[in-house]
């Protein structure tokens, strides 16, 4: 599709428009985890929900692993989060893990600060269900009673 052709579904209809320009992104941006154009960033963000539940409940067991290898790269590479706000929100998920599952050993701050500034650079997306469950049974474990819960705590 050409860009006089989009001009021009554009100015049929704002579907037709928003169709186009979806079209196109996707043809010019063909690694969607790449790309922080909002149509791939909510499509990330709905795949990986699943993290808001693990922030919102905290875990008992497995914190340092889950904010190296899913929560940071989530809420800087995938929410597109400052690293504050994320520094923010991990410091929740760390509440709530003490809060719910009495799981309240220190983590340092100076660490979780050096993790939100290498996954920045280093652009990795976090790990999926799969991914954890493959490389990590005994982290997975952990999670599966909390993800696959209704509510939240």
Do not use: H
């Not at 809060?99 to 050096?114: A, G, H, L, T």
Request: net charge positive.
């Amino acid at each position: 599709m050409m860009f006089e052709e989009i001009i021009k579904k554009c100015q049929e209809s704002d579907i037709e428009c928003q169709q186009s320009i979806n079209e196109i992104v996707k043809k010019y941006c063909s690694n969607s985890s790449d790309c922080s154009i909002s149509v791939y960033r909510e499509n990330l963000i709905q795949k990986f929900n699943w993290i808001e539940q693990i922030i919102k409940n905290g875990v008992p067991d497995g914190r340092t692993r889950l904010i190296l290898y899913v929560i940071s790269r989530y809420l800087i590479n995938v929410k597109k989060l400052s690293e504050d706000e994320a520094l923010a929100q991990i410091n929740e998920f760390i509440n709530n893990s003490c809060k719910n599952y009495n799981n309240c050993s220190q983590i340092y701050k100076s660490w979780i600060i050096n993790v939100i500034g290498k996954v920045k650079n280093g652009k990795w997306k976090p790990w999926n269900i799969d991914k954890i469950k493959n490389s990590d049974p005994e982290l997975y474990k952990v999670l599966e009673p909390i993800i696959n819960k209704k509510t939240i705590k």
